[in-house]
């Protein structure tokens, strides 16, 4: 049973998941290593672009990272439902740290080349496959349902803190003591969410229904999230949007070396503005929240305003606060989507529903990385315009969903 007072707070002020123990610790120690992964994810691409100056490799080398995502994320979420979800991310994420370990140390003695990379990569994907859904599902077992849309949004939003942080920290790093620091830099940034893992108190947990291993819960998921028009419809959308728009990694650093003609602090600028707008973004959807296909439509069309008036830019000056205003759409369209998902799951196929939207949003990025590096090595300003194609793509997936899907019919086969 909930706590009274736990649904109580949902009901007063911005911030009521904050008011759970477990969530600032988890919040705090996510925000430092996402700070962490984003000081990393900037120093790869710089890295592969130093070693190849190739947009083709630079999206493989992306591809590498996030094909684990795409193949195994939906057989994670599996796992996921019958596992203790802490006890999953505390394994993730000592084995991530262990692989940036790895890379700093390959990249500082100067034995690094693109087949370390990719390999490392691969491990990455692999690792990250299994903890994205676990994270997602972990919220609600730490904050109780009345404060999933407030914590999925918070959360959010600290992830984008991170987003914003740590390409300023890779330029910092990279111009001062190299770019071998900042894959170290991530592999000490995972020991404190591990830490916070660890100190959490398990007793204020609110854990969910642990799901017994039965044949066909793979597909038991799907055919669940294909008969609930709120899982469905934003599905779809993230997955037109992650495969096509949210290509960032392979986009922007394009977009500063062959468009602006611009450095490596150039590509953290635009990055950081994209993260800057994110936070932003963030504590708007704070103060007036929300979920459902019609406010993810809305986002959709924003976002594809923003890439296409992003795609005509030829001046820093302008790219810079038209990211800012992306990242506002991106965060907006991403918690709308991730907490609509949310409260239209049962607990017991949250995290297989979780595990599919991980795949729509990362694990896509192995196709539409390779696509849009091939296209951007070439133009990259085309490159974007087929990002903000594909949001004008996704409203009108939206759009089809509102008008056309039926109620939901009761989870068919194995639980």
Known sequence: MTDPTVATRARDGHFPAFQVPNFRRFVLGQSVSLVGTWTETVAQALLVLQLTDSGVLLGLATAARYLPVLLLTPYAGVVVDRHDKRRLLIVTQTGLAALSLLLGILVLTHTVTLWWILAV????????????????????????????????????????????????????????????WCFLLNAASFTVVIAALLTMAVSQLHPGKTVKKVRGQLVSGLRYARNVPEIIGPLLMMALIGTFTYEFEVSLPLLAHLTLHGTSQTYSFLIGSFGFGSVVGGFFCIRYPGTGLPR?????????????????????????????????????FITTGNSTIQLASAPEFRGRVT?????????????????????????????????????????????????????????????
């Open 355 to 415: 595990a599919l939207w991980s795949t729509a949003f990362i694990g896509s990025t192995p196709i539409g990385s390779i696509i849009i590096g091939s296209i951007g090595g070439a133009t990259p300003r085309v490159a974007l315009a087929v990002g903000g194609a594909a949001c004008v793509a996704a409203a009108l997936v939206g759009m089809n969903a509102l008008r056309n899907h039926p109620a939901p019919d009761s989870p068919p086969g194995p639980v």
């Open 121 to 180: 990569a691969l491990g990455f994907g692999t690792l990250t496959a299994l903890a994205n859904p676990a994270r997602q599902a972990f919220i609600p077992e730490i904050v109780g349902q009345p404060l999933v849309r407030n914590a999925v949004t918070l959360n959010s939003t600290f992830v984008n803190v991170g987003r914003a942080v740590g390409p300023i920290v890779a330029a910092i790093l990279v111009a001062t003591v190299g770019i071998g």
């Open 296 to 332: 993810l439509i809305r986002a959709a069309a924003a976002y594809a305003a923003g890439m296409i008036a992003l795609s005509l830019t030829t001046t820093i000056i302008i790219a810079v606060p038209v990211l800012f205003l992306i990242g506002m759409a991106s965060i907006t």
